[in-house]
């Protein structure tokens, strides 16, 4: 055969073998991120079905990591008795009373209203600056049903149920040692998002590497300096912030992932950038 025949041959080959194992890393990364992220136990779904004892149901909804709050969906489930059988409302005011409080203080559920569901904070304990290793815990939750209104209240005790979850996040239910019974709610970061957060990362790392090997390359005179470039290495830089701030539930400014990345990225980035200017000055003295 020609070696004009074999070499395009080859060639192709090449590019097809490295179009396939590209198109496989791709898929593979696909299909690890979605195992990761689908192997941590989902909260019940909601269940409406009532209980010869009122019904606290906390759906979740989203968590603040710099402010230690978590957001919250509570509903009531009121026992047929407390339910008028012809219009399907509260035939008696129902307040709920959340231990640890939350920030409304009582729910209240008037009398004549069909409950509906009520937004409420409760604090999750957790240290936002050890992202994306952060872990965010909740006092034991309990809760009492206030019956009536005026002097013939009485107290309930309430069963809690929880459903719903997070995005990126993995949330769990434990039942904490205590009389009378109390839940833990505990949350924690998916794996698949820590694999993300690790190639943003990867990609912060690798523009400094690329940029100072292009800046050494061409101040020790093994390639020849390029003009344009000067705007490849600005807009590099500029890329960095917003690179960071796509991390999932950003951290907060100052966190560590800034002190041990970022900042030693720009200062590289900024350095490579001083080196392809001496490179600039030596082009243009000559």
């Known amino acids: 055969m020609p070696t004009e025949v074999r070499h395009p041959l080859r060639r192709r080959i090449r ?3 490295s179009l396939a194992i590209v198109g496989l890393i791709y898929v593979a990364s696909l299909f690890g991120y979605w195992w990761v992220s689908s192997s941590y136990p989902a909260l019940p779904a909601f269940d409406p079905s009532r209980s010869e004892q009122p019904v606290v149901s906390i759906d979740m909804g989203s968590i603040h990591t710099t402010s230690n709050e978590l957001e919250v969906s509570v509903l009531l489930i009121p026992p047929q008795r407390y ?15 959340l231990y640890p409080w ?6 209240k559920f008037p009398k004549g209203q069909t409950p509906g569901s009520i937004d409420a904070t409760i604090e999750a304990h957790g240290d936002a600056d050890n992202w994306p290793f952060d872990n965010y815990t909740t006092k034991p939750l309990t809760a009492d049903a206030l019956v009536g209104s005026g002097d013939d209240r009485t107290v309930q005790p309430a069963e809690v149920r929880f459903s719903g979850g997070i995005e990126g996040w993995n949330v769990e239910i434990k039942q904490a040692p205590s009389d009378p019974a ?7 970061r998916h794996r698949g998002t820590l694999a993300f957060d690790l190639g943003i990362c990867l990609v912060l790392i ?5 940029a100072m090997i292009v800046a050494i390359e061409t101040v020790m005179g093994r390639r020849q300096f390029l003009p344009p470039l000067c705007t490849w290495f600005a807009a ?6 917003p690179l960071r701030n796509i ?10 992932i800034d002190q041990a990345v970022v900042l030693w990225v720009l200062i590289a980035l900024v350095s490579a950038m001083g080196i392809y200017i001496i490179a600039w000055y030596r ?4």
């Open 15 to 17: 590019i097809t073998s």
């Open 83 to 97: 339910i008028d059988p012809e219009l399907g409302v509260l035939n008696t005011d129902i307040a709920i009373r």
């Open 102 to 107: 939350v920030d409304l203080g009582e729910l």
């Open 182 to 188: 109390a839940s833990v709610i505990e949350l924690s």
């Open 206 to 210: 690798a523009l400094p590497a690329m």
């Open 236 to 241: 590099m830089l500029f890329a960095v912030v």
């Open 247 to 256: 991390l999932p539930g950003a951290p907060p400014p100052g966190a560590w």
């Open 283 to 286: 082009y243009y003295k000559q």
